[in-house]
């Protein structure tokens, strides 16, 4: 089956994109828990491929909710998959997944990065991406430089992390993973929803005809995000995708799954206190329902590149190569190969 944002397996326009959030936010839906953990269990059901395929494994609720499912129906569709685990030195992540994979019988491979493998990556995956990095002041619509240098920064860090996974599937002959990109947004996983949640808080996004900030916001703000998505991690993704030659599978991303999550009030997303562990509420219930063990159904989120520690091996090379900032560093690997 196609994803909710490709045709003819092309990804579809940012504006196509946009109108499609559109629609699913217009269209009238009532959930609850049993009724998202169900659409849950139908898309990754539906997404299992015939052939062996992969996870992109971080120990995280997404991954380990997706890797406990597949898990599931192993059995029902004799089918087999692999973990796969990107780590800088001692990263937490791979630390952690090694334990849920054990602990929950799952087949795992971790790719160990030393720092000159993350260097190698990096300038390749700025080359596949080409990303830009710009001076502060460079760019006279965007003065500080800050949007577009901290949307591929972290587009550096998050693409080495799927290209070291990749190639190392390729080994064996793994061309297709479960991905869990869209449950931050549907779920409401980052600092923006419960800043969204906070009337209090000076940094909350303000939206259209809305004066006070309350727990009404963080839907709306999961809704811009997943407009966002297209620009921010769609278009990233799929390039690698088409330059590595692998496909993407997004059980979260899936239309029914999105209705589900988005028709949940915010109160079941995020609690007031903005701590980690009480963002994405209702997936971590879920999870821990199905049977995942507490430890990871609520561990602490982080972003692919801080768990990884790839974002630490990216200060490293910036150190040694004589630079105060990451963004000097990448734009000298930008602008060098």
């Not at 139908?42 to 991954?63: L, Q, Y």
């Not at 809305?210 to 769609?234: F, H, P, S």
């Given at each position: 089956?196609?994803?909710?944002?490709?045709?003819?397996?092309?990804?579809?326009?940012?504006?196509?994109?946009?109108?499609?959030?559109?629609?699913?936010?217009?269209?009238?839906?009532?959930?609850?828990?049993?009724?998202?953990?169900?659409?849950?269990?139908?898309?990754?059901?539906?997404?299992?491929?015939?052939?062996?395929?992969?996870?992109?494994?971080?120990?995280?609720?997404?991954?380990?909710?997706?890797?406990?499912?597949?898990?599931?129906?192993?059995?029902?569709?004799?089918?087999?998959?692999?973990?796969?685990?990107?780590?800088?030195?001692?990263?937490?992540?791979?630390?952690?997944?090694?334990?849920?994979?054990?602990?929950?019988?799952?087949?795992?491979?971790?790719?160990?990065?030393?720092?000159?493998?993350?260097?190698?990556?990096?300038?390749?995956?700025?080359?596949?991406?080409?990303?830009?990095?710009?001076?502060?002041?460079?760019?006279?619509?965007?003065p500080t430089g800050s949007y577009q240098n901290i949307t591929n920064i972290v587009a550096a860090?998050?693409?080495?992390?799927?290209?070291?996974?990749?190639?190392?599937?390729?080994?064996?002959?793994?061309?297709?993973?479960?991905?869990?990109?869209?449950?931050?947004?549907?779920?409401?996983?980052?600092?923006?929803?419960?800043?969204?949640?906070?009337?209090?808080?000076?940094?909350?996004?303000?939206?259209?005809?809305?004066?006070?900030?309350?727990?009404?916001?963080?839907?709306?703000?999961?809704?811009?995000?997943?407009?966002k998505m297209w620009a921010r991690d769609l278009l990233r993704d799929c390039t690698l995708a088409?330059?590595?030659?692998?496909?993407?599978?997004?059980?979260?991303?899936?239309?029914?799954?999105?209705?589900?999550?988005?028709?949940?009030?915010?109160?079941?997303?995020?609690?007031?206190?903005?701590?980690?562990?009480?963002?994405?509420?209702?997936?971590?219930?879920?999870?821990?329902?199905?049977?995942?063990?507490?430890?990871?159904?609520?561990?602490?989120?982080?972003?692919?590149?801080?768990?990884?520690?790839?974002?630490?091996?990216?200060?490293?090379?910036?150190?040694?190569?004589?630079?105060?900032?990451?963004?000097?560093?990448?734009?000298?690997?930008?602008?060098?190969?």
């Amino acid at each position: 089956m196609e994803e909710l944002f490709v045709k003819n397996n092309t990804l579809i326009a940012q504006k196509d994109w946009e109108a499609t959030i559109k629609k699913l936010k217009e269209t009238k839906y009532s959930s609850n828990q049993n009724k998202l953990k169900e659409a849950l269990l139908t898309a990754v059901k539906n997404r299992i491929p015939k052939e062996r395929f992969g996870i992109f494994f971080s120990g995280g609720v997404d991954s380990t909710t997706i890797a406990f499912l597949c898990n599931t129906f192993k059995k029902e569709f004799k089918i087999d998959f692999i973990c796969y685990t990107v780590g800088y030195n001692n990263a937490e992540d791979v630390i952690v997944a090694q334990k849920a994979a054990k602990q929950l019988g799952f087949k795992i491979k971790v790719i160990k990065l030393e720092l000159n493998d993350v260097e190698k990556i990096l300038k390749k995956v700025i080359k596949l991406l080409d990303l830009k990095f710009s001076a502060k002041g460079s760019d006279k619509n965007d003065p500080t430089g800050s949007y577009q240098n901290i949307t591929n920064i972290v587009a550096a860090g998050v693409a080495t992390v799927v290209y070291a996974a990749v190639k190392e599937a390729k080994k064996d002959k793994i061309d297709v993973f479960f991905s869990g990109l869209g449950s931050e947004e549907i779920f409401a996983g980052y600092q923006r929803h419960a800043d969204a949640g906070n009337k209090y808080t000076a940094t909350a996004t303000k939206h259209e005809n809305e004066d006070t900030y309350n727990v009404d916001n963080i839907n709306e703000e999961c809704w811009q995000g997943l407009k966002k998505m297209w620009a921010r991690d769609l278009l990233r993704d799929c390039t690698l995708a088409k330059k590595l030659k692998f496909a993407a599978l997004t059980p979260y991303l899936d239309r029914g799954v999105i209705l589900n999550a988005m028709a949940i009030g915010g109160k079941e997303k995020i609690d007031s206190s903005g701590d980690n562990a009480n963002k994405k509420l209702i997936l971590r219930k879920i999870s821990e329902s199905l049977g995942i063990p507490k430890e990871f159904a609520w561990r602490k989120k982080k972003a692919a590149q801080y768990g990884s520690a790839v974002d630490k091996a990216l200060e490293k090379l910036a150190k040694n190569s004589g630079f105060k900032y990451k963004l000097e560093y990448l734009m000298y690997l930008a602008n060098k190969y």
